[in-house]
């Protein structure tokens, strides 16, 4: 008997960058030199691999849909912060400007491309690629994770325990984003295992994993999947009682990080989101443009905003100290978009939403990309993962997912395009014989 074993070279590609996109953070983390500052450019990478991409699509008309009007607004909303940058002339540097553009567009440009690809990757391979990993990554994660609890194996973000647990983040430097790597894997399995006692096996592992980052924004994800399949015993339909249960049950689980991060007024992140309302009031309506406010090329050049808003003296946000100065997305997307923009970028989100709630797949794998996104827009509020590696994974694996609904949308509907046709048929045969 000859095995068969069979290369789909796009596919391994664009699962390679999914691999990739964590592997980066865990080098950049523990690893300095030039080798480390290449693996930081993955994600960038993986944006100009999907641009091209998206050119190809775009030539043989294949991106349509919510696809096509994603494309639309994202194009309207980068042109809109050039313009800003024009109209404000807070920074004259069009090198920062672009790299900023490109983080925006690094979000939503992945989310198309494997979406669109997945709709025709018929074996999934691009899941069948992964899952493996996935599971080792899981396992693995898990010993180290009890094993962090009572050795300090550095693996942890401090001696400081939060809930009487060690904050735990394996090899990749950051709790919350590791909790989201660990939920990524667990969709990957959940799309190609089929025995439920393995999908029992790895949910409790990865919700272990989960507990102990200790992270108010991954708990959120997590808390919204078990609320989610709780409701969904008999349909995964979403009511408005549903969502006001989802809404009430992620603020009860994040109120320790509401404390932390938003009830204190004084905090840099709570300090970056009043001043980005007070620039978005100040370069009313277009806002100040990229690189001028909450961004990586902003803190990386010192934006002068800072500077006029005496951002020098506050500890987490100065010169010397800039700790928190690109670690508030939304504080950014007010400020460098204004008001206008801001709906762009609202809608962008909707328009990602939109696929995500009409996942077709299990329950299983619709309740976990629901709640990923969910715990993704939540940490935009006061986390700039969003705009990281991990929020680029995150987003081409709920693409990913997406296309892979959408085609077995397009199967369901096949069959039952041919079971009318056989419904018919007979029923001319009955009319015949008669």
């Not at 960038?44 to 190809?56: D, F, G, K, Q």
């Not at 609202?346 to 709640?371: E, G, H, Q, Y």
Request: contains cysteine; proline residues 2%.
């Amino acid at each position: 008997m000859k095995l068969r074993f069979s290369i789909y070279p796009r596919e391994l590609l664009f699962a390679f960058f999914i691999f990739m996109l964590p592997l980066s953070l865990a080098v950049e983390m523990n690893f300095s030199g030039s080798v480390a500052s290449y693996f930081a450019y993955t994600d960038e990478v993986l944006c100009i691999l999907c641009s091209i991409y998206l050119a190809y699509f775009m030539f043989k008309h294949k991106i349509k849909g919510t696809n096509f009007v994603t494309l639309v607004i994202l194009i309207i909303l980068i042109l809109l912060g050039f313009l800003s940058n024009i109209v404000s002339g807070v920074i004259n540097d069009w090198f920062p400007i672009i790299v900023d553009a490109i983080c925006l567009a690094k979000i939503f440009v992945p989310f198309i491309i494997y979406r669109q690809i997945a709709v025709f990757d018929k074996k999934r391979m691009i899941a069948r690629y992964l899952v493996g990993i996935s599971k080792l990554l899981i396992i693995v994660g898990t010993f180290f994770g009890i094993l962090t609890q009572f050795i300090d194996l550095g693996m942890s973000t401090g001696s400081d325990k939060r809930y009487g647990i060690v904050p735990y983040c394996f090899i990749f430097g950051n709790q919350g984003r590791y909790g989201y790597i660990i939920i990524c894997a667990l969709l990957f399995i959940f799309l190609i295992e089929k025995s439920k006692k393995k999908l029992l096996f790895y949910e409790i592992l990865g919700l272990a994993n989960v507990i102990l980052t200790t992270k108010g924004v991954v708990y959120v994800s997590f808390a919204c999947y078990i609320i989610l399949l709780l409701m969904w015993r008999k349909d995964t339909k979403l009511s408005p009682g549903k969502i006001a249960v989802l809404g009430i049950g992620s603020v009860l689980i994040s109120t320790t990080q509401i404390n932390t991060y938003l009830a204190d007024f004084e905090s840099p992140r709570v300090t970056l989101i009043k001043y980005g309302f007070v620039t978005a009031n100040n370069y009313f309506p277009l806002g100040s443009g990229f690189a001028t406010y909450g961004s990586d090329m902003a803190a990386e050049y010192y934006s002068t905003l800072y500077k006029l808003y005496g951002f020098q003296k506050i500890w987490g946000l100065s010169i010397d100290y800039p700790m928190f100065l690109n670690d508030c997305y939304m504080g950014m997307v007010f400020g460098q978009f204004g008001y206008f923009g801001t709906i762009l970028f609202v809608l962008l989100v909707i328009l990602v939403f939109i696929p995500i709630k009409n996942i077709v797949l299990d329950k299983r794998t619709k309740a976990l990309a629901f709640s990923l996104f969910i715990g993704i827009v939540v940490s935009a509020i006061a986390t700039a993962i969003i705009k990281s590696s991990i929020g680029v994974m995150i987003f081409a694996t709920l693409g990913t997912i997406c296309g892979y609904s959408e085609q077995q949308l397009e199967t369901d509907d096949n069959i039952s395009i041919i079971n009318n046709r056989k419904t018919v048929t007979r029923l001319k045969m009955k009319v015949k014989n008669r």
